[in-house]
């Protein structure tokens, strides 16, 4: 069984930063990877952003592509969305997903406005 914790959300400003974490817990036999990254506005359906594979291969939605960067580090068991020109369109609670075991994380909150 997996556990997965998010953190690093919070309140940014139009054009600014955040890296968010995803770190996982549980059986340690069990590879982060594949993890994605998906997000869910008030009012709206979650939308995928990013996943990463074991292989190192990653995929993005057409709408962060190019802004967001998904990495991670195996030994950390921790996977990383890096958020640029963040704009009022991202706010959004983040949740990161290990797609082998069908996990969820609790999300955290992003605020992007002035």
């Known amino acids: 069984q997996v556990q997965l914790v998010e953190s690093g959300g919070g309140l940014v400003q139009p054009g600014g930063s955040l890296r968010l974490s995803c770190a996982a817990s549980?059986?340690?036999?069990?590879?982060?990877?594949?993890m994605g990254w998906y997000r869910q506005a008030p009012g709206k359906q979650r939308e995928f952003l990013a996943t990463?594979?074991?292989?190192?291969?990653?995929m993005y939605a057409d709408s962060v592509k190019g802004r967001f960067t998904i990495s991670g580090d195996s030994a950390k068991k921790t996977v990383y969305l890096q958020m640029n020109s963040l704009n009022p369109e991202d706010t959004a609670v983040y949740y990161c997903?290990?797609?082998?075991?069908?996990?969820w994380g609790q999300g955290t909150q992003v605020t992007v406005s002035s």
């Open positions: 997903y290990h797609a082998s075991t069908k996990t």
């Open positions: 549980g059986s340690i036999f069990i590879s982060i990877y594949p």
């Open positions: 990463k594979t074991g292989d190192g291969t990653t």
